[in-house]
């Protein structure tokens, strides 16, 4: 599967070379992007490099099992030191992953860039963006093989966790041969999938079924764009004692909607921004093209976006202030 075969061994070099690294997910982070995060810092690790994991918020408690998670730190004064190589990973752009405003040319050497978006707008000196691939931790599983790395469990762990959430559990138009002989191969090394299971499929909190229950109850129609669509509101997070990444599963579930080309979700958060996901399974529309006109990005079929404002209800429809 991978290509840019230049890239990938410049990216060798370079971590072999490099002593301090700074490793960055994407704000509000997802499974994918801890799980490739998580795999990178444990190979770093066994090759005694000095770094550091960065992610501008703090990641959802139920991912406490993935290895290293508490080595992450949404501490913006790591910035401001110096390091020999920065990886941002998962992300399709600097704002998207949170450190546009953070990252200082002269306090790093060189900024690589491992991503699977098609909307990827190559920001690094070094890029490995493969759109072909299911996630970013089936990249960074398919290096490890490249390269002859002995992956262990807990690796292994990571690197299916990632794959696992960003096929939508082998469900969605992710779901290729490579992304199912991936997750074959790390069962086999000892992935630990019961565990997966447990805190990410069936962990579901009373308050996270309650406000996914307001989404239901408010899913509308809208037959001028064929499109689906519910929202959550800040008050419904707080009501429903629920975190904000509670609604993160919605618009995968609600992409099994039948009679509608493609669905969305909007939710409110807690810094006065409005995120929203997008999801299709047709292959005549491209939501990443829709949301990039939000300043967002993704794939064909899954992509997602924020706006800054509120969500109000006003004589029987909802917008967005």
Known sequence: MLTNLGAIQKIKQLLSDSRRILL?????????????????????????????????????????????????????????RPYDLVIVMDAGDLKYAGIDDL??????????????????????DVNLVLPEASSAS????????????????????ALLNGIVFDTGVFSNSGTTLPSLQAASHLLNIGARHAQINKNILRNKSLGLLKLW????????????????????????????????????????????????????????QPDGAIKGSFRTTRDDVD???LAKTLG?????????????????????????D
């Open 24 to 80: 960055v997910t994407h704000q509000n982070p997802d499974g994918d992007g801890l799980g490739a995060v998580s795999a990178l810092a444990q190979y770093l690790k066994k090759l005694n490099k000095d770094y550091v994991l960065f992610c501008k918020d703090e990641p959802p408690a139920n991912y406490q099992f993935i290895p290293l998670f508490h080595q992450l730190t949404a501490d913006p004064a790591v910035f401001s």
């Open 103 to 124: 990252l200082q040319r002269d306090k790093f050497k060189t900024l690589i860039n491992i991503d699977h978006h098609l909307s990827n707008n190559h920001f690094g």
């Open 138 to 157: 089936e990249i960074i599983y398919q290096l490890f093989r490249l390269w002859k790395v002995t992956v262990d469990k807990d690796m292994a762990t």
């Open 213 to 268: 229950g307001r989404a239901f109850e408010r899913l509308e129609y809208n037959p001028g764009y064929d499109l689906a669509f519910t929202v959550i509101t800040l008050k419904d997070i707080v009501e429903c004692g629920a975190e904000p990444e509670s609604a993160s599963g919605l618009s995968n579930f609600f992409n099994e909607l039948a009679g509608a080309k493609a669905v969305m979700v909007l939710v409110e």
């Open 287 to 289: 939501v990443a093209r």
């Open 296 to 320: 967002g990005g993704g794939h064909q079929k899954a992509a997602g976006f924020s706006v800054s404002g509120r969500l109000v209800y006003n004589e029987g429809r909802w917008f967005i």
